[in-house]
Structures are given as structure tokens and as C-alpha cells.
């Protein structure tokens, strides 16, 4: 499916099947709306008292070479759904159902997930470990996320897991990578150092300003949080050096100018950045609106016009919704599944209880079994992994669908009571933020 944009002076044109991305000229960008409907003369006639006749016929004769040659208007491939349900690469440990902060916009209930705080014990976690090892058929790579609620209030089984998951590494064959998620109230130096040991990866929340950090992500005394987080940061930061880190915000309607928020981030010094748009109920005074559109699209250009003037320069910043590959695609899985939750990922709760992603802990009717028992209600995850592009409506006809793979479940069930149907306003702001990546990709290709 061919795609066509206009940003930042520059034509755009994106083959979502082929791949192929590149600049082209105003007339060759207008031509491209009849090129694939209309013959050669009557597009002549619509452009001959605009352009000169030589550029017009040029024009049509290059475009008609991209067709034959496949790299515009390729034909969607016929992808049919995979049959590996089943077989987990993934597990995502909620290790804590509780939090030491009091996020105003938090989905799962300030780390309860609305049911008792509760912490993993190290028999849930080792027996998370031995599940996906059994389950995880021949598949060498597998991945444990440590979530919560806030994982650092359990860092002892946090410590003892990643221990036994190396030991079971040699008896098993297979090869674990970690992530940790934190809101750094408790990261400090001691903390720091295990994580830059043992987590591949490791993902810090933080809002950007003071203000509007501490307006979302008080204490549970109400008191701000900002300081000390920010300080335990820069500490982790500078210590983590070359490893992987995000530093991750959620912006809300209480601060629409984003972009301020993720120029403060990286004027700390912070290299990798993400923000994400709140995801909640119409009613609270933070949530966004469709009617927010065009000035969340502004601050992404402003984002945007931050990273190119930065690249290659000291004060350089890496913007996750801004990298993406699109030489080198995902598996067919990937493209029409996007996240594999409930399919080859899960989350698992402190009880031990297996859920489709972290965001249906606790909410029992999508309970899919445990870790001691198996999977037990397997059309559950079923019901996941047959839900993707090939069967929502709204994605059969959409340009951005093989970088979604059909969105968020959990965002599709929030605004819709089901997984079936796509939040449409996350649609909406993940196909401005892709524009602005792809924009991105054609000024980098000519530098």
C-alpha cells in the first residue's frame, strides 16, 4: 500500500509492502494519485496546462518503471496466521502488586491492580522460570521482564531469579535476557550496580519537568518525587554507560507541549528517550482527545526538528518511536501480530496466576492459567493470537498496519471493552509519530 506525505518541505513516499521510501518532486508527488487508476494520456490532459509536457510524460515513464520493477504499488502479500500458539519466549514478571509512588494515571491501580498488595515469593518466580523454559519448545533466546506495581520493593527475588535463570541456562540450553522497569525512588548505588551487571535492558519512568512529573507522580504522601528520582537517574545514567536504558514519560493532557518535557530530559544528558500518550478514561481532566490531535502532531514535530539539528553532536538524543528499520523487516508474525501477548508472551502475577500481557493482571476472566499448573484455558490465548491485521477491519486498509501489527489489546479493550476492535486515537498518534520517523530516515539518506 502506498503511502504519500508532506512534511518538512519534502515529498514522501512510503511502500508499506516493499518497503521502499524515497524523496521525489512535487509533480511526480501529484501524479501518484492517478499513476495506478488512469492511462498515460488522460493523466497528461489533468497536468498539461501546469507543467511542461516533456516533465509530465518524464515523469509518468519513471513512475511506470517503479510499478514494473515492484518497488511502488507491490501487491499486499497473502500472510496467513502462524500455528506456533503455545510455544512462549517471553514471560513478564509483575513481581510487586504494590508501589512506593501514587501515579495519578496509573492502569494498574497505583501497583495493586486493583486486588491486595501483594509481593512474588521466589517459589512463583523460580517456578515462572521452569514454565518458560518447558514451554518455550526449541527456541534458544528468551526474555524475562521484572515489572510491578515497583519491582525494587522485591529486589531480593529480583536478584534470586536472574540467579537461578543462569543456572538453569547451563542445564538448559537456553540463553535469558532481562529487563527491569523502575520509577528509581529506590535505585541507588548498590542497586545500580547489580542491574548494570545482569539487566540487558533497563526502562526508568520519569515525566520530564519537575512540575509536571510531580502534578502525576507524587509519593504516597502526596509530597514530590521529582528530586530524588531525577538524581537516582543521572547516577544510574552515567554508570550504565554504553547498556541499554530507556528513560520512559507518559504525557498527558496537562502537559500537550511533550516536547519541552523530552528537550529537558536530554539537556540532563539523558541519550535514550521515550514518551508515550496517557491511555485512559475520557472522564479524568489529564486524559487526550481526538481534538488534541493536531497540537500532539505539532510536538512531535518539534521533536523532530530537535533530533535532526542534534544528531551527531554531543547533545545528540535517541527517540524510541523515531527507530525504526524498514530494511530489515520483522518475521510475518511479527508484521501481522505485533506484540504476541497471550500468544508467546504473558505476564505473570504474584500469585503465580498467567495473564496475555502486564496490563489484564488481576482481571480474571482473561486468566489464562498459572505457572505451576500450565496453561489451562487455552482458547484465552487463542482468541489473542487469532486478533491481528488480517482480522480487524480498521487495519486491512491502513498504511501504518505492518508497524503496529493491529495495536494494543489492552489499549483496544480500554476504549472498547474489547480486544477485537483498535483505540482509535492511538492509531491516529502512532501513524503521526511513524510520518515523522520515516521523514526522518529520507533527511538522514541524504546527509
Same mark, same amino acid.
Given at each position: 500500500?502506498?503511502?504519500?506525505?508532506?512534511?518538512?518541505?519534502?515529498?514522501?513516499?512510503?511502500?508499506?509492502?516493499?518497503?521502499v521510501?524515497?524523496?521525489?518532486?512535487?509533480?511526480?508527488?501529484?501524479?501518484?494519485?492517478?499513476?495506478?487508476?488512469?492511462?498515460?494520456?488522460?493523466?497528461?490532459?489533468?497536468?498539461k496546462?501546469?507543467?511542461?509536457?516533456?516533465?509530465?510524460?518524464?515523469?509518468?515513464?519513471?513512475?511506470?518503471?517503479?510499478?514494473?520493477?515492484?518497488l511502488?504499488?507491490?501487491?499486499?502479500?497473502?500472510y496467513?496466521?502462524?500455528?506456533?500458539?503455545?510455544?512462549i519466549?517471553a514471560l513478564?514478571l509483575?513481581?510487586?502488586?504494590?508501589?512506593?509512588?501514587?501515579?495519578?494515571?496509573?492502569f494498574?491501580?497505583?501497583?495493586?491492580?486493583?486486588?491486595?498488595?501483594?509481593?512474588?515469593s521466589?517459589d512463583?518466580? *523460580?517456578?515462572?522460570? =521452569?514454565f518458560?523454559?518447558?514451554?518455550? +519448545?526449541?527456541?534458544?533466546n /528468551?526474555?524475562? $521482564? @521484572?515489572?510491578g506495581?515497583?519491582?525494587?520493593?522485591?529486589?531480593?527475588?529480583?536478584?534470586?531469579?536472574?540467579?537461578?535463570a543462569?543456572q538453569?541456562?547451563?542445564?538448559?540450553?537456553?540463553?535469558?535476557?532481562?529487563?527491569?522497569?523502575?520509577?528509581a525512588?529506590?535505585?541507588?548505588a548498590e542497586?545500580?550496580?547489580?542491574l548494570n551487571?545482569?539487566?540487558?535492558?533497563?526502562?526508568?519512568?520519569?515525566?520530564?519537568?519537575?512540575?509536571i512529573?510531580?502534578?502525576?507522580r507524587?509519593?504516597?504522601?502526596?509530597q514530590?518525587?521529582?528530586?530524588?528520582?531525577?538524581?537516582?537517574?543521572?547516577?544510574?545514567? *552515567?554508570k550504565?554507560? =554504553?547498556?541499554?536504558?530507556?528513560?520512559? +514519560?507518559?504525557y498527558?493532557? /496537562?502537559?500537550? $507541549? @511533550?516536547?519541552?518535557?523530552?528537550i529537558?530530559?536530554?539537556?540532563?544528558?539523558?541519550?535514550?528517550?521515550s514518551?508515550?500518550p496517557?491511555?485512559?478514561?475520557?472522564?479524568?481532566?489529564?486524559?487526550?482527545a481526538?481534538t488534541?490531535?493536531?497540537?500532539?502532531?505539532?510536538e512531535?514535530?518539534?521533536?523532530?526538528?530537535?533530533y535532526?539539528?542534534?544528531?551527531?553532536?554531543?547533545?545528540?538524543?535517541?527517540?524510541?518511536?523515531?527507530?525504526i528499520?524498514?530494511?530489515?523487516?520483522?518475521?510475518?508474525?511479527?508484521?501481522?501480530?505485533?506484540c504476541?501477548?497471550?500468544?508467546?508472551?504473558?505476564?505473570?502475577?504474584p500469585?503465580?496466576?498467567?495473564?496475555?500481557?502486564?496490563?489484564?493482571?488481576?482481571?480474571?476472566?482473561?486468566?489464562?492459567?498459572n505457572?505451576f499448573?500450565?496453561?489451562i484455558?487455552?482458547?484465552?490465548?487463542q482468541?489473542?493470537?487469532?486478533?491481528?491485521?488480517?482480522?480487524?477491519?480498521?487495519?486491512k486498509?491502513?498504511?501504518?498496519?505492518?508497524?503496529?501489527?493491529?495495536?494494543?489489546?489492552?489499549?483496544?479493550?480500554?476504549?472498547?471493552?474489547?480486544?477485537?476492535?483498535?483505540?482509535?486515537?492511538?492509531?491516529e498518534?502512532?501513524?503521526?509519530?511513524?510520518?515523522?520517523?520515516?521523514?526522518?530516515k529520507?533527511?538522514?539518506?541524504?546527509?
Amino acid at each position: 500500500m502506498l503511502h504519500k506525505f508532506y512534511k518538512n518541505g519534502l515529498h514522501i513516499v512510503y511502500d508499506n509492502v516493499s518497503g521502499v521510501l524515497f524523496e521525489t518532486d512535487a509533480l511526480a508527488y501529484d501524479i501518484l494519485e492517478y499513476i495506478n487508476t488512469d492511462n498515460d494520456e488522460k493523466i497528461t490532459e489533468i497536468f498539461k496546462n501546469k507543467h511542461d509536457l516533456s516533465e509530465i510524460k518524464e515523469t509518468i515513464y519513471e513512475l511506470r518503471n517503479l510499478i514494473n520493477e515492484k518497488l511502488i504499488f507491490e501487491e499486499e502479500k497473502n500472510y496467513k496466521q502462524g500455528e506456533n500458539f503455545g510455544i512462549i519466549k517471553a514471560l513478564c514478571l509483575n513481581i510487586a502488586h504494590d508501589c512506593d509512588l501514587r501515579c495519578k494515571y496509573c492502569f494498574a491501580s497505583q501497583g495493586s491492580y486493583n486486588s491486595k498488595r501483594a509481593l512474588m515469593s521466589y517459589d512463583v518466580a *523460580k517456578a515462572s522460570i =521452569d514454565f518458560l523454559i518447558t514451554n518455550s +519448545g526449541k527456541r534458544h533466546n /528468551l526474555e524475562i $521482564d @521484572f515489572f510491578g506495581g515497583e519491582p525494587l520493593l522485591n529486589f531480593e527475588v529480583v536478584k534470586q531469579t536472574v540467579l537461578y535463570a543462569k543456572q538453569r541456562e547451563k542445564e538448559s540450553g537456553k540463553k535469558f535476557k532481562f529487563t527491569l522497569t523502575t520509577n528509581a525512588l529506590k535505585l541507588d548505588a548498590e542497586t545500580g550496580d547489580f542491574l548494570n551487571e545482569h539487566m540487558d535492558n533497563v526502562v526508568l519512568s520519569l515525566d520530564g519537568r519537575a512540575e509536571i512529573h510531580d502534578a502525576m507522580r507524587p509519593l504516597k504522601n502526596g509530597q514530590a518525587s521529582y528530586d530524588i528520582i531525577i538524581k537516582n537517574i543521572l547516577d544510574f545514567v *552515567k554508570k550504565r554507560k =554504553d547498556k541499554e536504558y530507556y528513560v520512559r +514519560g507518559t504525557y498527558t493532557a /496537562l502537559n500537550r $507541549d @511533550f516536547s519541552q518535557d523530552v528537550i529537558h530530559m536530554s539537556n540532563l544528558g539523558i541519550k535514550n528517550i521515550s514518551v508515550e500518550p496517557v491511555s485512559s478514561d475520557v472522564r479524568f481532566k489529564y486524559s487526550l482527545a481526538d481534538t488534541d490531535m493536531d497540537a500532539l502532531d505539532s510536538e512531535y514535530d518539534k521533536i523532530a526538528q530537535e533530533y535532526i539539528k542534534r544528531k551527531g553532536k554531543d547533545n545528540e538524543f535517541l527517540f524510541f518511536h523515531f527507530n525504526i528499520d524498514i530494511n530489515s523487516s520483522p518475521c510475518v508474525y511479527k508484521k501481522i501480530s505485533g506484540c504476541g501477548a497471550g500468544t508467546d508472551y504473558m505476564a505473570v502475577s504474584p500469585d503465580g496466576k498467567l495473564y496475555p500481557c502486564h496490563q489484564f493482571d488481576s482481571i480474571e476472566k482473561f486468566c489464562i492459567g498459572n505457572v505451576f499448573d500450565g496453561i489451562i484455558n487455552k482458547e484465552i490465548g487463542q482468541d489473542f493470537f487469532a486478533t491481528n491485521i488480517l482480522t480487524k477491519e480498521e487495519c486491512k486498509n491502513c498504511w501504518a498496519k505492518y508497524h503496529c501489527g493491529g495495536g494494543c489489546y489492552a489499549a483496544g479493550y480500554k476504549a472498547n471493552n474489547d480486544i477485537h476492535k483498535n483505540d482509535n486515537l492511538a492509531c491516529e498518534m502512532l501513524k503521526k509519530r511513524l510520518e515523522y520517523a520515516l521523514m526522518i530516515k529520507v533527511i538522514q539518506s541524504k546527509s
